[in-house]
């Protein structure tokens, strides 16, 4: 009986996506472009010749991937591989690592592994791309939108019509607020203060965004934190790390609110709960605190390991890193739901077609 229900949700959830896909603007995008910024959770294959230990492109990372490993940190595909399907794009958003062949009027995806709102964030498993450095890309790719389109506002006018994702803050805390003996973050900062801090951060970085034509934008909140795998241990969370997760969640939400309302005119911004989405028991996950993947200390699949058959029934990939079972789940439900518990104001169908609440 259960077999039969888990078949009927992933059924259904197969034929919701495609009829997504169709009436998205006929057979066209919904968007003109895609841009992403954010961390491992969205990089496409950024980090795989930097000098840093936060790499995935070897098995079993992309098994289930049409080419095989690519950088991505799932077996699959990451959610932002199913929002373009979801879009219309005919194509991946490419790493700006690797443009080669690549039309960047489709978009580009800057998220690194390991990288943080912070400069310093992760740099203690090697070189990332942080936010700000992302940031620095992204001009440089404006600038070459602004050749090809014949100047800088007729590239702006072109950017204001795309769609921004920005998924990014866990190693933050992660790669820096919990790791005490390195950094002194959490010597510096109550979890309050340090929410604080990381938003303003991040709004400055969001207001710069906008200066280049980002007018629809997508943040996405923090998961919990202390029941990943990696510090699942005997059963518990550690609900400490949970808590100035969530801190966070409410100061980004609250940025989101803020930018709707006065702060950056013409802009329209809605806040993504995944943490809602992934672990939400009706989405029919066997496995929700465990890696499918043997992992190392740093919750990362071991070098061409053995994963676990089942991989649709796990959230987690590995000790970190969501399973694609868990990103369509969390792209197709922030695309379309209706619950302001899970995207706030609106979902993303609705941003991309100027409906805001």
């Not at 932002?80 to 219309?88: E, F, P, T, V, Y």
């Not at 969390?330 to 609440?357: C, E, F, Q, R």
Request: charged residues 15%.
């Amino acid at each position: 009986m259960a077999c039969e229900i888990k078949a009927w949700l992933v059924l259904s959830l197969v034929l919701m996506v495609a009829c997504m896909q169709h009436s998205v603007l006929g057979n066209s995008q919904a968007v003109p472009c895609l841009f992403v910024f954010g961390d491992s959770l969205a990089d496409s294959g950024n980090n795989n010749n930097l000098p840093t230990l936060s790499k995935a492109n070897f098995l079993p990372y992309g098994i289930d991937f049409p080419t095989g490993p690519t950088g991505r940190y799932t077996n699959g595909l990451n959610p932002i591989d199913k929002l373009a399907q979801i879009l219309g794009f005919e194509k991946f958003i490419p790493p700006f690592a690797n443009l080669s062949g690549s039309d960047i009027l489709k978009g580009v995806n800057y998220a690194s592994g390991s990288a943080g709102i912070r400069q310093e964030t992760g740099t203690n498993l090697g070189t990332n791309v942080n936010m700000g450095l992302q940031l620095q890309h992204h001009r440089t790719i404006v600038s070459q939108i602004s050749t090809k389109l014949g100047g800088f506002h007729k590239a702006v006018n072109y950017l204001t019509q795309c769609l921004y994702y920005v998924y990014i803050g866990t190693n933050d805390y992660e790669q820096n607020y919990f790791l005490p003996d390195l950094f002194n973050t959490s010597r510096t900062y109550t979890p309050e203060q340090y929410a604080k801090v990381l938003t303003h951060q991040l709004s400055h970085y969001l207001k710069a965004l906008h200066h280049v034509g980002a007018r629809k934008t997508v943040v996405v909140s923090l998961d919990r934190l202390g029941c990943i795998p990696k510090v699942f241990v005997n059963g518990s969370c550690i609900e400490k790390q949970n808590a100035a997760a969530f801190l966070f969640n409410d100061q980004l939400k609250s940025l989101v609110d803020r930018f709707n309302k006065k702060t950056l005119k013409g802009s329209k911004f809605i806040f993504i709960n995944s943490t809602a989405i992934i672990h939400d028991k009706s989405n029919g996950f066997k496995f929700t605190n465990a890696p499918c993947c043997t992992t190392n200390e740093r919750g990362k699949c071991i070098l061409n390991g053995t994963p676990c058959q089942n991989r649709t029934e796990y959230v987690f990939w590995d000790g970190i890193h969501t399973s694609e079972a868990a990103n369509i789940v969390t792209a197709t439900i922030s695309y379309s739901t209706s619950d302001s518990a899970i995207a706030h104001p609106t979902n993303i169908k609705h941003l991309v077609h100027d409906i805001l609440k």
